[in-house]
């Protein structure tokens, strides 16, 4: 997906009188590409197309400040719109030589909504406006074709009821009543397709469509050409704020003050017989990437009819065969399209009588694969430079080369049921689930599912965010399922029309084989198979290049990941770290390319094997002569464990922060454990259990824990400095010369005083291993800056410190005084009403915690020019939070292994970007 800010924001005038609301397209156009904040991405795009000599039908677009006044002010409008938007369809009759509202040969426009990002599906259009009972007289007349009036009559009666007038399916299982009518005409009638209604039946569906509204809304369908216009326009504003744009939004992070602009444009008609034809295409194939022209059509038809999946489309390559003069004029504009926007393109035609017309495009969204794919291949070809191709890669992208595959051998035992469309790379395996809510509650139960339906709306959307993978039995390659798959990055399979499924009975039928909802299921979207049962997944192939079992020139993709990972490391300024507990996870981590461990917790070794007995034994001490005695037997195992660490390393810096979590953590909570526990120490039950009690606390996040546990325990600081310097120690010394020097990190550090405390220990231990072992060690000690006080108060802590580590998470639920487990009670609210753009604990709150970091920046290099900075949260994996890092001028971020090379072009697209 691609979020591009505009460098240049179009100036407007000043004052509201004189302040330009509308913007036309066609014989003279106002805007251009660079517009989309003002136009919206299809207006912007519209103009620019128009002023590059594509054939694109006139109009004008509403702009975005209209939207945006329009909700401020009780939606009204600005008093000067009205006569701009009169003037502007004026200048569009006399560009074609046709009246709105006329009889002799009216103009008919469509009304489109288009944002700065395009929302695909999310918000309104409305076809053929302008068309009533006279008009469509004039239609029949001038077209000399009264079916295609009546079927033009029908169309928009029934957008217009739906989006304006709002009568539409009132609960799930409903279907669109206008389509119910149509239905069953056609069934009444005997025809097929709705192309084989006549003249007289569409007569028929109109007075029944006319009869439908009045019944549904007491009122009647709007004859005035104006009234229909200024109803479709409120309704465009209006769908900016329904249900399913919001869901949009915040699963793209995309502002609810943007808002939507309109486009008013002159109708072309696909529907205008065997010589008209509509369609969407791709420059390239955007579900792999490969240069290849992609894409559907369906002759004598209208807008939605490619993809609302009613009638299967044919693949563009046909329309060779069907059209040849128009294929041609189509990869004329292919072309065009391509060494123009500079980018992989989407966009919709319509072919009316045999001239082509182009009615939008966009860069086209992409799944990761080949979202990749297109930027290298685009740089090889010259198409732009190494700089603009590492930005055209949305960071996360770089996981869908990095996700498990079926494993080939298990294929080759799987039996294919049937095989549909690869509309989104990968292999999915899951439970079937029929309806999106299903799949919500089977996801929220822990089970994985795969969506299958005969098709997908909008409001399948979030089920769909829920499923492993998505399968349809309806629709080509533009439906809205294959769509909704490339932006997810979801695996798809579509129109796989060798299926059948029955919501009533919850079947899925394949010939003869029945699967029955809950019952596994496997689709794999890179070849479109669908199969029976489980089937077991492998390693990427990247991942098994890089862990040497296969050669790096048998694989494509790896290639493809090594020139973007190469690319990368030449412009990023930070140092990618990673957040790895064991020797495996940082072997793991190194191998993805992360240049250090950021965090390395040692509480998670303690769980291990017997150690956890240890702990226990610690944590019940009643005094520091028994807390000794249990340390000095955890001291082996922490030694052993950095070794190891340091060995995976290789030299590369690791920082280990000291315990950290509350203790209760570590005790047992049920009976027979508790009992166990007990017999092993030699104690009283009772005494365990009291043991436990003591430690209770009501808000253990906010009590004994971090810092505070070794200022109580300051053996347990000085066991763990000591594992810490014996592993150096040892490692020092060893055969292979390993370069080594720890970074100690002292947690949830709010006081200048309790870093203090600690470091003295620290220090002491340092001293004593290396007088014992006759040797140097190098090492430094810092803190972690997680709570509002550290940050705020970092010009002292500073002077303790040789580092500083953000640790976001924390941070952030102390800044916001939120716990991160606690908010499902109001997190779905709280997305709904946008308070929250985006998951605080997902994605920095740049405006609120990100001050907090870049004052505690700030006061840190003041006391310490050479501060090292550094941010080891979650957040440190995500793009967005990257590029703020970046921003603030840490040196290094910090996230899980996986994560790495996310982190990696992050980093890199945030120097870019900020450059
Ligand atoms: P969306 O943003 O959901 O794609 P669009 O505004 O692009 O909605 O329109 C929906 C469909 O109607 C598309 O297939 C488009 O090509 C078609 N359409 C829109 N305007 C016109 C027009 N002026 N003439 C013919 N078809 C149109
Ligand atoms: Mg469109
Ligand atoms: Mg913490």
Aim: hydrophobic share 40%; glycine share 8%.
């Amino acid at each position: 997906m691609s979020r591009t800010q505009t460098k240049k924001p179009a100036k407007t005038q000043k004052t509201s009188n004189s302040k330009k609301f509308v913007y036309a397209f066609g014989k003279t156009t106002d805007g251009n590409t660079t517009m989309r904040e003002l136009l919206g991405g299809k207006g912007a795009n519209l103009a620019e197309m128009a002023s590059i000599g594509l054939p694109v039908p006139p109009g004008f677009t509403i702009s975005t400040e209209v939207c945006s006044y329009y909700y401020d002010h009780e939606q009204r409008y600005p008093a000067a719109l009205r006569q701009s938007v009169a003037d502007s369809v004026k200048s569009v009759e006399k560009q074609l030589n046709k009246k709105f509202g006329g009889r002799k040969n009216p103009l008919l426009v469509s009304v489109r909504s288009g944002a700065r990002d395009s929302m695909p599906g999310m918000m309104d259009t409305i076809l053929n406006l302008g068309l009533n009972d006279e008009t469509v007289e004039g239609l029949a007349d001038v077209s000399k074709n009264p079916q295609f009036a009546w079927d033009c009559y029908r169309r928009f009666i029934q957008m217009y009821g739906g989006v304006v007038m709002g009568v539409t399916s009132r609960t799930e299982e409903e279907e669109d009543p206008f389509h119910v009518l149509l239905e069953k005409l056609k069934r009444k009638v005997g025809a097929e397709s709705d192309n084989d209604l006549t003249t007289q039946n569409l007569q028929t569906l109109v007075t029944q469509y006319k009869a439908l509204i009045r019944k549904r809304t007491r009122g009647a369908f709007p004859q005035g050409v104006m009234q229909q216009l200024w109803g479709a326009i409120s309704a465009v504003f209006g769908s900016w704020r329904n249900e399913r744009a919001i869901l949009y939004r915040q699963e793209y992070g995309i502002p609810a003050e943007w808002g939507t602009a309109v486009n008013v444009q002159a109708m072309v008609f696909g529907n205008a017989g065997d010589d008209s034809a509509t369609g969407v295409a791709f420059t390239r194939d955007p579900a792999n990437g490969e240069k290849v022209f992609y894409g559907e059509y369906l002759i004598n038809a209208q807008g939605e009819d490619v993809v609302a999946g009613l009638r299967t489309p044919n693949a563009i390559s046909k329309l060779a065969k069907e059209m040849p003069k128009s294929f041609k004029d189509l990869e004329k504009v292919r072309a065009k399209l391509e060494k123009h926007f500079k980018d992989m393109q989407d966009f919709e035609f319509t072919i009316e009588k045999n001239k082509l017309f182009i009615l939008q495009t966009r860069n086209g969204k992409r799944t990761g694969l080949a979202a990749v794919r297109i930027a290298v291949e685009m740089q090889k070809e010259r198409l732009m430079n190494v700089e603009t191709a590492l930005l055209k890669i949305p960071a996360e992208s770089i996981d869908s080369l990095l996700v498990p595959v079926f494993d080939p051998k298990a294929l080759k035992a799987a039996s294919v049921i049937a095989t549909g469309l690869p509309a989104g790379p990968g292999g999915a395996t899951g439970r079937i689930a029929f309806t999106a809510a299903q799949a919500e509650k089977a996801t929220r139960e822990g089970k994985k599912v795969v969506l299958c339906r005969t098709e997908t709306s909008p409001d399948d959307l979030k089920g769909m965010l829920h499923s492993q993978g998505i399968l349809t039995s309806r629709g080509g390659v533009s439906s809205h399922a294959a769509l909704v798959a490339r932006q997810l990055g979801k695996v798809c399979v579509c129109g796989a029309s060798g299926i059948k499924i029955n919501y009533e009975n919850k079947t899925l039928t394949a010939g003869k084989t029945v699967l029955n909802e809950g019952d596994y299921i496997s689709i794999d979207g890179t070849t479109g198979a669908i199969y029976k049962g489980m089937i077991a997944s492998t390693d990427s192939e990247v991942k098994r290049v890089l862990d040497g079992s296969l050669k790096p020139s048998k694989s494509y993709t790896y290639e493809l990941f090594q020139t973007v990972m190469k690319w990368a490391d030449k412009h990023r300024t930070m140092n990618i770290r990673t957040n790895a507990d064991t020797p495996s996870m940082a072997s793991q981590a190194v191998a993805f390319g992360a240049e250090g461990i950021g965090l390395c917790r040692t509480e998670h070794m303690f769980f291990e094997g017997g150690r956890i007995d240890y702990m226990r034994q610690m944590i019940l001490a009643v005094d520091e002569v028994q807390r000794r005695s249990a340390l000095k037997k955890l001291l082996p195992f922490q030694k052993k464990d950095f070794v190891g660490i340091f060995k995976a390393m290789n030299g590369r810096p690791v920082t280990i922060r000291l315990l950290d979590p509350p203790l209760h953590e570590f005790l047992p909570h049920d009976d027979v454990v508790r009992r166990q526990l007990a017999e092993r120490l030699d104690v009283p039950l009772d005494f365990v259990i009291d043991r436990i009690k003591s430690l209770h606390e009501e808000n253990p996040m906010l009590g004994c824990r971090g810092c505070r546990l070794g200022i109580i325990y300051p053996e347990i600081t000085e066991m763990q400095s000591r594992a810490i310097f014996e592993a150096t120690a040892q490692v020092l010394k060893g055969k292979k010369k390993i370069k080594v020097k720890p970074e100690i990190m002292i947690p949830l550090v709010g006081f200048r005083a309790e870093l203090a405390d600690q470091l003295k220990i620290v220090h002491r231990v340092a001293k004593e291993v290396m007088k014992k072992h006759k040797i140097r060690i190098n090492y430094i000690v810092g803190t972690m800056i997680e709570v509002p006080r550290a940050a705020i108060t970092a010009d002292e802590i500073a002077k303790e410190a040789d580092f500083f580590s953000f640790g976001t998470n924390d941070l952030t639920q102390t800044a916001l005084g939120l716990s991160r487990d606690d908010m499902g009670l109001f997190y779905d609210e709280y997305q709904s009403k946008e308070i929250y753009n985006k998951n605080p604990f997902a994605s920095l709150d740049q405006h609120g915690v990100g001050k907090l970091i870049d004052f505690a920046v700030d006061r840190g290099r003041a006391t310490k020019p050479d501060l090292k900075l550094g941010i080891c949260g979650e957040h440190a994996g995500d793009p967005a939070s990257i590029d703020f890092c970046h921003r603030a001028g840490l040196d290094y971020v910090s996230c899980s292994p996986p994560r790495v090379p996310i982190a990696r072009l992050a980093a890199a697209q945030a120097t870019l970007r900020n450059a």
